[in-house]
């Protein structure tokens, strides 16, 4: 009976599984977890249906589409349509090709400093045409092309400026009517020179111009004449690239000596003969300031005759 009563205990089946008749897995909602590998539990088989959730079955991450809102392309701020692409890397694309035409339009000097000069004269108003052709032959213009061109300014730009600049020196009236250069040489060759060559004609505007300079400086070397040195270098720039300045220092040495040349005194021919070599004598290179031949022992013997002809 007792040994009976044993092998009946053993099979007895308590309702919670834990006994022999109800074995199995352990069912997690009843209090169970996961079965132990170490334990001798089994880790679920995906491939059994278990695991994580498919996709495709209605689980997994969310859908950002699913909900109908597309993502949107950054745009900056103020950025013009034309600019703005279908992709944040196409408005990028679009932005680069116009910062490299840009940078292309403002940063490019030319390598030859004679670029900046060469203006196109259909972009230029016709009243400034003349003023702007003698940039060329500008000093001052050649000065501001070398620091264009040390800043990396393009020819065009530095055009524009200096033809804005000139066109609001033209509205306050600061511009003086462009020289005729022709008619300056045409005007300033001798009568007696008008029928000889080229060369000739340039030689004899030279030595009239030469005598009128030296003429300068002789009035100016006198001290009783009232003509400082710096007025006579102010007449000269003022008058001196000019067919009526120096028609006009002509007359002036007329009316002081009586004739050709710087004469005082009794206006006689000897006065006048010795007023005459003077004159000539002061447009010899030798005896003119700032000419490769100028010598300056004959200019001083040159002014001390001078002296001595109107006195001290």
């Known amino acids: 009976m007792d040994r009976f009563k044993f092998f009946n205990l053993l099979s007895f089946d308590t309702g919670d599984g834990s006994g022999a008749a109800g074995g199995g897995a352990p069912n997690p909602a009843a209090g169970g977890g996961a079965p132990d590998p170490a334990a001798g539990g089994v880790a679920p088989d995906p491939a059994a249906g278990g695991g994580a959730p498919d996709p495709a079955a209605g689980g997994g991450a969310p859908d950002p589409a699913a909900d109908g809102d597309a993502p949107q392309n950054y745009r900056?701020?103020?950025?013009?349509?034309?600019?703005?692409?279908?992709?944040?890397?196409?408005?990028?694309?679009?932005?680069?090709?116009?910062?490299?035409?840009?940078?292309?339009?403002?940063?490019?000097?030319?390598?030859?400093?004679?670029?900046?000069?060469?203006?196109?004269?259909?972009?230029?108003?016709?009243?400034?045409?003349?003023h702007i052709a003698e940039l060329a032959q500008?000093?001052?213009?050649?000065?501001?092309?070398?620091?264009?061109?040390?800043?990396?300014?393009?020819?065009?730009?530095?055009?524009?400026?200096?033809?804005?600049?000139?066109?609001a020196a033209q509205d306050a009236g600061l511009l003086e009517e462009p020289l005729d250069i022709e008619a300056e040489r045409e005007a300033l060759t001798p009568d007696h020179a008008k029928s000889l060559s080229p060369a000739e004609q340039q030689q004899?505007?030279?030595?009239?111009?030469?005598?009128?300079?030296?003429?300068?400086?002789?009035?100016?070397?006198?001290?009783?004449?009232?003509?400082?040195?710096?007025?006579?270098?102010?007449?000269?720039?003022?008058?001196?690239?000019?067919?009526?300045?120096?028609?006009?220092?002509?007359?002036?040495?007329?009316?002081?000596?009586?004739?050709?040349?710087?004469?005082?005194?009794?206006?006689?021919?000897?006065?006048?003969?010795?007023?005459?070599?003077?004159?000539?004598?002061?447009?010899?290179?030798?005896?003119?300031?700032?000419?490769?031949?100028?010598?300056?022992?004959s200019y001083d013997t040159l002014l001390a005759d001078f002296k001595k002809h109107h006195g001290e």
């Open 76 to 130: 900056p701020e103020g950025l013009s349509a034309d600019y703005l692409g279908e992709t944040d890397q196409e408005t990028i694309d679009k932005m680069k090709a116009a910062i490299d035409g840009y940078s292309a339009q403002i940063a490019g000097a030319p390598e030859d400093i004679a670029a900046y000069s060469a203006f196109n004269e259909e972009s230029i108003p016709e009243t400034l045409r003349p």
């Open 138 to 167: 500008d000093p001052v213009f050649a000065r501001a092309a070398e620091k264009a061109k040390a800043l990396n300014m393009s020819a065009e730009s530095f055009q524009a400026i200096t033809a804005e600049v000139y066109a």
């Open 204 to 297: 004899a505007r030279e030595k009239r111009m030469n005598e009128n300079f030296g003429w300068l400086d002789l009035l100016s070397g006198d001290q009783k004449s009232g003509v400082s040195k710096e007025m006579a270098e102010h007449v000269k720039v003022e008058l001196g690239d000019s067919s009526l300045g120096h028609a006009f220092f002509e007359a002036m040495r007329a009316k002081i000596g009586g004739g050709p040349g710087p004469q005082v005194g009794n206006g006689g021919a000897t006065g006048q003969d010795t007023a005459a070599e003077l004159t000539r004598r002061a447009g010899l290179p030798e005896n003119t300031p700032g000419n490769s031949k100028f010598d300056q022992k």
